[in-house]
């Protein structure tokens, strides 16, 4: 018997009909180790069989190796049993099966700057409200599968959603949990804690790390001494800080002990002229003079670099966020803006426009090259690159559209799409220490599978177009996780 697996009543679901062919058998029992799905969730979810067999699928691994063309992948109980050419990798019985042709698998993202926070349209002050609601389903509708929340204004909020997606009670990534940002004085919206001294950084990474979190953000304000504290503290039960800093260079924090900087070269201010120690300086004044007069083929760059590399620091990039600020440049997608508030869309849109009107005078276009040709030298010189689309700014980077775009983005910086892939999948597991579960395709890891129309290796604006995204080998409706929160981004 054939079966249409794909209802077409979503209006904008073109192009995917898939047939089953034949099940082979009856299906085996459900893992006892699955969740429970509440209603709610089930509703998203297209493909639960216990064990699933994808075949004359073009296999994208997450190594950085080259596509294999007309593979099977067969995954049971939430676990990949086998990747391998379709002539000879057996499906066992009961396995259900999807024909793919003309599909790629990648593995699912692991997105190493995902908030679960959007920016107000209404201030000031500047008010970050949490989105519990759309943006757990609009990561996994985008394909990302796991995600670092890289800062957190609603540690609780973030880690009892962490727990209802875990039992099955709402759909989402696998979220690591970052901590309250380590900020000192100096913050820019009242949802951040100000740590008073380094007696403060310590006890309140102590605190979180007894609640849950599984890392840290230090951030723009935060000393020295505050960052050494903070460092001391989570190294010693195991747990990894990053930052987005000002006050405090590359290297002075690779020196302290760092794990991981965010953003890149724009938030670097140790090569500001005006730079005072400990001191964040104006932000327009050192991205301007960056833009302006750094080269990043100079000797100071290219040693900071070769520092990070010696410290094992990797760099996080955040390309969405920086496009939204070059003007005329962020792309003014139907899927994005229809999954904005429209009180959210009409403040992104006229930032936007003012940016652009203002295009004369802005220095972005120059800053946001160099920050491409910076994250593109970090690696040839042995840099672990991540990737993440930092939800924030003024808007307008809305989870899972932004991740996917967060890849066009190095593959325009000079990667090929195969080590764009690899970024944003293999690299964030790495940095996490999850790379023997999820991150890549191979028999024994999670099946976070991403079912893509096309050929992103051939074409890397084929990522967009992802159909059904598996986690743990449970196949979630992406047309549907999106359709599910129109209109919510700005909102919750
Ligand atoms: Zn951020």
Avoid at 85 to 93: A, C, H, K, L, M
Avoid at 340 to 345: F, H, Q, S
């Amino acid at each position: 018997m054939r079966r249409v697996i794909f209802a077409a009543s979503f209006s904008f679901a073109i192009a995917c009909l898939f047939f089953w062919p034949d099940t082979y058998g009856p299906e085996p029992a459900a893992a006892q180790s699955r969740p429970q799905f509440s209603p709610g969730v089930r509703d998203f979810i297209k493909i639960d069989s216990a064990s699933v067999a994808l075949i004359h699928v073009r296999v994208i691994d997450g190594t950085g190796a080259a596509p294999r063309e007309n593979q099977t992948v067969v995954f049971t109980d939430g676990k990949i049993t086998a990747v391998g050419d379709f002539s000879n990798t057996p499906i066992s019985g009961g396995a259900k099966v999807l024909d793919l042709t003309g599909y790629t698998v990648i593995p699912g993202f692991v997105g190493m700057h995902d908030h679960m926070y959007y920016p107000s349209p209404s201030g000031p002050p500047a008010m970050y409200p949490e989105h519990a609601t759309s943006f757990p389903r609009l990561y996994l509708a985008g394909g990302v599968t796991s995600i670092r929340t890289t800062g957190s204004v609603e540690p609780y909020a973030d880690l009892a959603i962490k727990k209802a997606i875990d039992e099955g009670r709402m759909a989402g990534p696998k979220m690591h949990i970052t901590g309250p940002y380590l900020e000192g004085a100096g913050s820019f919206t009242p949802q951040m804690h100000e740590l008073r001294d380094a007696e403060d950084a310590r006890k309140t990474a102590e605190f979180w790390m007894d609640q849950g979190v599984t890392s840290f953000k230090a951030y723009m304000h935060i000393t020295p001494d505050e960052l050494a504290a903070a460092v001391k503290a989570a190294h010693a039960r195991g747990i990894k800080v990053t930052g987005h800093l000002c006050s405090i260079g590359f290297r002075e924090a690779a020196a302290i002990g760092i794990d991981d900087l965010e953003h890149g070269l724009v938030v670097d201010t140790e090569f500001f002229s005006g730079k005072k120690p400990g001191v964040c300086p104006n932000a327009q004044e050192a991205d301007k003079e960056i833009a302006e007069k750094l080269d990043i083929e100079s000797a100071p760059v290219q040693d900071m670099i070769r520092d990070l590399v010696a410290h094992h620091v990797a760099i996080t990039s955040t390309l969405p966020v920086f496009e939204t600020l070059v003007p005329n440049r962020a792309p003014l997608t139907k899927r994005v803006l229809d999954a904005m508030l429209p009180e959210a869309r009409i403040a992104y849109l006229s930032t936007r426009s003012a940016i652009s009107d203002n295009a004369a005078n802005s220095f972005w276009p120059a800053l946001f090259k160099k920050e491409l040709q910076f994250e593109r030298d970090f690696v040839k010189a042995g840099g672990l690159l991540l990737a993440g689309l930092d939800p924030t700014g003024y808007g307008g980077v809305v989870p899972g559209f932004g991740d996917q775009r967060e890849v066009e983005l190095l593959v325009e910086a000079g990667f090929t799409p195969l080590e764009a892939i690899h970024i944003a999948t293999a690299n964030g597991a790495q940095f996490l220490g999850e790379l023997d579960r999820v991150g890549t395709l191979a028999a024994g890891k999670a099946a976070d599978i991403v079912v893509i129309h096309g050929d992103p290796s051939a074409n890397i604006a084929d990522i967009e177009k992802v159909e059904i995204v598996f986690k743990d080998g449970i196949g979630y409706d992406s047309p549907k996780l999106i359709e599910s929160v129109r209109g919510l981004v700005g909102l919750r």
